[in-house]
Structure formats: structure tokens, C-alpha cells
């Protein structure tokens, strides 16, 4: 007999929901970006960090499970990397300030903090076992970068069985075409929705 399964557009169970926060962290969202990046860093500053901020408040609220993920190797040289780290020579050492959370969006308490060195947490992570444990199906995802981290994370967590949702503002990357260009090609593996939506649902389930 076929199992129940969490439909894409049925209302969010708080309790059987987390809020995935990907690599909001010092050694990308810095002055620096600001500079070198600046849609991503004015995107990110006026527009994502914001609705993230709410995102969290709400499923604080709510009973939501917060998890964050930061870009950090278990090692200092980063050996441990994936090989597009390698490449491109991105390496946030172990215990780094590059590697923390930034300040606006502080974990609180228990909350998990799990460090990847990978696109997807799925592949470098306890991520998904953890979820399974806690009885996690539906994973809201935010953060960096929308065509990068965010979009590998939506299409593996999709392939093995969450509910994803993606709150088309509360992510962001380099411009706002590439930004929706991701969003219209990984669409079908999840559920599009606004960070409104989203905490009138997690506050009112």
C-alpha cells in the first residue's frame, strides 16, 4: 500500500517542517561583496537577510525545526573539499571567522549549525539523517546562492523524498537574471512561494 506524502501545496505543518538557512555566513556576506558583488551584496542586505529574519522569527513561533549551514572544511588546508571547491581554491577553514553565522541572523539555543564542504548539504552533511530522526518532510530553503547551493539542495532534497520549498525572496546570487533563471528551471522540484505566504503559514497552520 502506497504511503502518505507531504503534496506540494498542502498547508506546513510547523512541527514536521525545518527552515534551511544555506551559507549566510562571514566569508560570503561581507564588505568586500559589497565592492566585488553588489547586486548579490544589495540584494542580499536590503531584500534576503530581512525576509530570512522573519522567516526565522515566524518558525521560532511556530515550532519549526532552524537548521543553518555554513562553508567550513573539517580540516585548515581544506583538503577535505569537494573537487569545485579545489578548483575554484574556495576553502573557509575549520574554526574560521569566515566560517560563522553572520551576527543579523545569530542561531539561537540548540539549533543546529552544520558545516559543508559541497553544493548540496545532502552530499557532506548528516542533513538528512538528522531530519529523518526528528521527523523533518518539508524543508524550506533560503540563502546563497540561488543558482548555486540553493538549487543543488532543492533538486537533491526533492530526489529523496522532502517536500522543498523555496521562498523566491529570501535568496539571492550575482544578478537578478541568473537569479531567475534558477528559480524557472528548478521549479519543478519544488514549491515557489514568498516569504508572506510562508509566515502567515508557519504562524497559522
Known sequence: MEQPFPRRGAAIDPHRTAILIIDVQDGIFNDAAAQTRPHFHQSARDLVIPNISRLLDAGRAGGAEIVFTVIESLTLDG????IDYKETGFNFARGSAEARVIAALAPQGD?????????????????EYAMRNIGIDT?????????????????????????????VDACTTDTQARHDNALAAFKGYCRLATTEELVSELLHP
Open 79 to 82: 583538503r577535505d573539499r569537494s
Open 111 to 127: 539549533e543546529i549549525i552544520l558545516p559543508k564542504t559541497s553544493s548540496s548539504l545532502f552530499n557532506s552533511t548528516v542533513f
Open 139 to 167: 524543508i524550506i530553503t533560503t540563502g546563497f546562492l540561488t543558482d548555486q547551493c540553493v538549487d543543488h539542495t532543492v533538486r537533491d532534497g526533492a530526489d529523496r523524498g522532502f517536500r522543498m520549498i523555496c521562498p
